[in-house]
């Protein structure tokens, strides 16, 4: 491996020795003779004469915004489009209160991601409608025919264009095969504690709470001490996600649903109830982790990791997996691949087995208004690199002729030494930059993410991958995905505290642990929020949609 690096470092340099030699020591120049050829077709032929600055807002970045010179990724884009790239971190607890304070300051940077239109939340949507009524974002191009990329992506979402018409959003893609939202919703469990007790896969969700019951209860683990628990959700904002799809699957995000061309808030209907009921008894039966609403993310990532707890709410994709393997590998001495599987979901009420529908985007990029025409251009052409095939090639697998090759018949072949890692680990760990350019355009997948081969197993590991193939596949052949009216739930509705999702959801909480019974206080809950106006409010966000439709001419 190493002698093969060696190698290729060395044609490389030899490589660029002698165009820069042929091209005199003018480095810019030859710069742009070499990243030409690595930019797709479609913007070859744009401008970057003029060296930018551009600032970035994205999560998690703190690494790259704190290093001393620029890793070897961000070079490679740096030199690819003539910039330098300034990072701000967020992080996921604080992002939306610090893009708040740089908006009402005009600090924001060029270019950020943030969640507003694809937030199951109002006043996510109405963050948006802030954004451009006070100015401090700009709209997309109107003619976007030089990224066809983006202009493909942002054509699949018409509907997320402004009451103008325009668009402002530059959307995050996570899934444009619909089929694969459905890994955003799964159920991760001890298969082995499954067997130790013989229980077999959940066929009803009193199924599914007599086995988290026993994992709770019943001394899966064998080491006759009383410290296992039942079922956790990794993100509380998710609880039921992949549970409620067996109880009422229209609630499974507590968004909004459609009936008859009018749309309520799904925690408003009636099959809300048995979700609130159903969950006052995983809880009160011990089902449910006693602290679920007071642990953090990582704390429960850590007790599924750590052989403490029996089924996690997560997610089924490849990275995810990989992710949670990571954690499992350095806290545990057992095989994740002998104890854990991906639950199949369980048949709801009507015998039908539903999976989770998501929109094919999740958060979205701004570009500050403060950006001039030639730096949004810059900025648009970076984002159609990143969608491009070339910019997916570089996200997933780094540099070509350093961390990977492709022959000519497309094959591709990892030159990177992981030592262990999967590749996607590998990559992180030597460019944190990856987390930039891996997600800031898109951040989900396709099906050939999940596909068996050695590429990707290289870079989320064999088990991983096989266990995501497996789970999307079975969610395709077996399941009916959930609809969704996604753009009624996209479009910006009035900001509001008390009838918010998150409101909402709070009330939920208070009822799953409340001493009364479960239904009659979600009731009471209902019964003041519409003494308050909810009734109101609701009518208004439809008689809303009805004119956004119309001015952007919405299909009905």
Request: proline share 4%; charged share 25%.
């Amino acid at each position: 491996m190493c002698d093969l690096i060696s190698k290729q470092l060395l044609g490389v340099s030899i490589a660029a020795a002698l165009i820069f030699t042929a091209t005199g020591c003018d480095s810019s120049s030859t710069t742009t003779k070499i990243s030409r050829q690595a930019l797709p077709e479609s913007i070859q032929n744009l401008s970057f004469d003029k060296h930018l600055n551009i600032s970035v807002g994205y999560w998690n970045i703190e690494e790259m915004e704190k290093a001393a010179e620029p890793d070897a990724m961000t070079q490679y884009i740096e030199d690819l489009f003539n910039i330098t790239l300034e990072p701000m971190a967020v992080t996921w607890s604080n992002y939306k209160e610090r893009y708040q304070i740089l908006s009402a300051t005009g600090s924001l940077p060029d270019v950020f991601a943030t969640l507003t239109l694809s937030s199951n939340d109002n006043n996510d949507s109405a963050t948006f409608s802030d954004f451009i009524n006070t100015g401090v974002i700009r709209a997309l191009p109107e003619d976007l025919t030089d990224y066809p990329r983006l202009n493909e992506v942002l054509n699949s979402v018409s509907y997320t264009r402004y009451t103008n018409g325009k668009y402002y959003a530059i959307p995050r893609v996570s899934f444009l095969d619909p089929v694969l939202a459905a890994t955003d919703a799964a159920m991760l469990v001890r298969r082995d504690w499954m067997d130790s007790l013989g229980i077999s896969n959940p066929e009803s969700f009193q199924d599914f709470a007599d086995m988290t019951i026993a994992f709770a209860k019943n001394d899966p683990d064998g080491n006759g001490i009383d410290d296992t628990l039942g079922y956790n959700v990794n993100s509380i904002n998710a609880l039921g996600k992949w549970v409620i799809l067996g109880i009422a699957p229209e609630c499974n995000v507590y968004s909004w649903t459609e009936n008859n061309g009018f749309y309520v808030p799904s925690w408003s209907t009636d099959a809300f109830k048995q979700v609130v009921k159903d969950y006052r008894l995983l809880y009160e039966e011990g089902g449910l982790d006693p602290d679920f609403y007071t642990k953090s993310p990582s704390a429960v990532m850590d007790d599924f990791a750590a052989g403490r707890l029996g089924a996690l709410e997560y997610k089924s994709s490849p990275s995810s997996l990989m992710e949670l393997k990571n954690r499992w590998d350095a806290l545990n001495d057992k095989s994740f691949e002998d104890c854990v599987d991906v639950l199949p979901v369980f048949p709801a009420p009507d015998g039908i087995r539903y999976s989770n529908s998501s929109s094919i985007f999740w958060s979205e990029s701004y570009i500050s208004s403060d950006v001039d025409d030639t730096k949004a251009e810059r900025i648009l052409a970076l984002f159609e690199f990143l969608l491009s095939d070339e910019g997916q090639d570089f996200c997933h697998y780094g540099l070509e002729g350093i961390d990977y090759e492709k022959d000519k018949d497309g094959n591709y072949s990892c030159l990177l030494d992981t030592k262990g890692e999967s590749l996607t680990t590998a990559l992180a760990r030597k460019y944190p930059s990856s987390i930039l350019f891996s997600g800031i355009a898109t951040w989900g997948g396709s099906w050939k993410d999940f596909e068996v081969n050695d590429m990707n197993t290289l870079r989320y590991g064999k088990f991983a991958t096989i266990l995501a193939s497996e789970s999307a596949n079975y969610c395709k052949e077996h399941t009916t995905q959930v609809s969704r009216p996604y753009a009624f739930m996209s479009y910006p509705k009035e900001p509001t505290e008390e009838f918010s999702t998150s409101n909402a959801f709070k009330q939920f909480i208070s009822c799953i642990i409340g001493n009364d019974d479960a239904v009659d206080m979600w009731e009471n809950v209902l019964k003041q929020m519409r003494s308050d106006g909810l009734d109101e409010y609701i009518q208004r966000q439809n008689e809303n949609f009805e004119n956004h439709k119309i001015n952007l001419k919405i299909p009905t």
